[in-house]
């Protein structure tokens, strides 16, 4: 398996997870126009062999293609084929597949992948990683991408012939795809990770988080209805269009964390919810002040009784 966008170097048995020895990266940056030799078939003596005892972390794209694939709602496919975690150096709940009792690919066999046309984006890449540095806490900040090689001893797909750049291996791979589709919400993660320890997402928007990246199903019913639809600017286009379309919505979906978590301009609250807000806010400190007035004066009339009562003692 491989890695894909990350903010560092990564081994490629994972899209957020670190492995513990990573000499197995080959010390050497790649560019597009790079080549590699490379060709994994069924021919091989280690074929499939690298679909184990891995951490695939799945994006809301993969968890899209692969459960259409199966013909299964979100709840399900999450239930049966996924397992939660934190995605590394976040507090950003999110799956990885759930490996079978022997620590397999659920979707491996002898013969190969049953889901090979709509494979994670992590399969996608191997033996190719690829950095992915951004400074992800200003928003639009320029990224810097490069790539490099994995070559671990039981891989014998190095031996093989074929020749490619990682351009003709990304094309070949279907990773463009996958990538242009993950984009925005890789982009979150990072900016996300950049943060760091200074900040904790709440538990309200950590289960916004988790819904909108795993489950399209119960995110339209939270878009669709009549309070968000009342508070969001949005247009009738961007309605009709996320009801039906299951794409357009996952994009959707990017923009509104994008909004929430990192107060992005991608979705605009309306302005007499602003002013809702405000007054309740005003009236609130109003109240709060009225209230610690009344204690003050409480206490002094308590103190000054006090007072009397001792000197009359």
Same mark, same amino acid.
């Given at each position: 398996?491989?890695?894909?966008?990350?903010?560092?170097?990564?081994?490629?048995?994972?899209?957020?997870?670190?492995?513990?020895?990573?000499?197995?990266?080959?010390?050497?940056?790649?560019?597009?126009?790079s080549r590699i030799k490379?060709?994994?078939?069924?021919?091989?003596?280690?074929?499939?062999?690298?679909?184990?005892?891995?951490?695939?972390?799945?994006?809301?794209?993969?968890?899209?293609?692969?459960?259409?694939?199966?013909?299964?709602?979100?709840? &399900?496919?999450?239930?049966?084929?996924?397992?939660?975690?934190?995605?590394?150096?976040?507090?950003?709940?999110?799956?990885?597949?759930?490996?079978?009792?022997?620590?397999?690919?659920?979707?491996?066999?002898?013969?190969?992948?049953?889901?090979?046309?709509?494979?994670?984006?992590?399969?996608? /890449?191997?033996?190719?990683?690829?950095?992915?540095?951004?400074?992800?806490?200003?928003?639009?900040?320029?990224?810097?991408?490069? /790539?490099?090689?994995? +070559? &671990?001893?039981h891989c014998k797909g190095?031996?093989?012939?074929?020749?490619?750049?990682?351009?003709?291996?990304?094309?070949?791979?279907?990773?463009?795809?996958?990538?242009?589709?993950?984009?925005?919400?890789?982009?979150?993660?990072?900016?996300?990770?950049?943060?760091?320890?200074?900040?904790?997402?709440?538990?309200? %928007?950590? +289960?916004?988080?988790?819904? %909108?990246?795993?489950?399209?199903?119960?995110?339209?019913?939270?878009?669709?209805?009549?309070?968000?639809?009342?508070?969001?600017?949005?247009?009738?286009?961007?309605?009709?269009?996320?009801?039906?379309?299951?794409?357009?919505?996952?994009?959707?979906?990017?923009?509104?964390?994008?909004?929430?978590?990192?107060?992005?301009?991608?979705?605009?609250?309306?302005?007499?919810?602003?002013?809702?807000?405000?007054?309740?806010?005003?009236?609130?400190?109003?109240?709060?002040?009225?209230?610690?007035?009344?204690?003050?004066?409480?206490?002094?009339?308590?103190?000054?009784?006090?007072?009397?009562?001792?000197?009359?003692?």
């Amino acid at each position: 398996m491989s890695d894909s966008k990350t903010g560092e170097i990564k081994t490629a048995k994972s899209l957020f997870k670190t492995q513990n020895n990573p000499s197995n990266i080959v010390p050497s940056k790649l560019f597009l126009d790079s080549r590699i030799k490379f060709r994994c078939h069924p021919e091989v003596s280690c074929f499939t062999a690298c679909c184990g005892n891995i951490d695939i972390i799945l994006t809301p794209y993969d968890i899209l293609r692969i459960r259409k694939a199966l013909n299964l709602p979100a709840d &399900e496919f999450l239930l049966r084929f996924t397992t939660p975690l934190f995605l590394e150096k976040t507090d950003m709940p999110g799956v990885k597949l759930h490996l079978d009792e022997e620590g397999r690919c659920p979707f491996v066999t002898e013969k190969g992948c049953t889901i090979y046309e709509h494979r994670p984006t992590t399969c996608r /890449y191997y033996p190719v990683g690829m950095s992915f540095f951004h400074e992800a806490a200003e928003e639009g900040a320029a990224s810097e991408e490069f /790539y490099f090689l994995v +070559k &671990e001893e039981h891989c014998k797909g190095h031996d093989e012939e074929q020749v490619m750049t990682i351009r003709e291996w990304r094309k070949d791979q279907g990773i463009d795809e996958s990538d242009e589709m993950n984009r925005e919400w890789m982009e979150l993660v990072m900016r996300r990770k950049s943060f760091g320890q200074q900040a904790t997402l709440s538990e309200p %928007a950590q +289960k916004i988080f988790f819904m %909108a990246s795993t489950d399209l199903d119960k995110f339209r019913s939270f878009v669709m209805s009549d309070s968000f639809r009342d508070t969001y600017e949005i247009e009738q286009a961007t309605i009709d269009g996320i009801a039906e379309d299951d794409v357009a919505l996952m994009k959707f979906s990017f923009k509104y964390l994008a909004s929430s978590l990192f107060g992005t301009q991608d979705l605009k609250i309306k302005e007499e919810k602003i002013r809702a807000k405000s007054e309740e806010m005003q009236r609130t400190r109003g109240d709060a002040e009225k209230r610690a007035e009344e204690t003050y004066r409480e206490l002094l009339k308590d103190k000054e009784e006090l007072i009397a009562a001792t000197k009359k003692a």
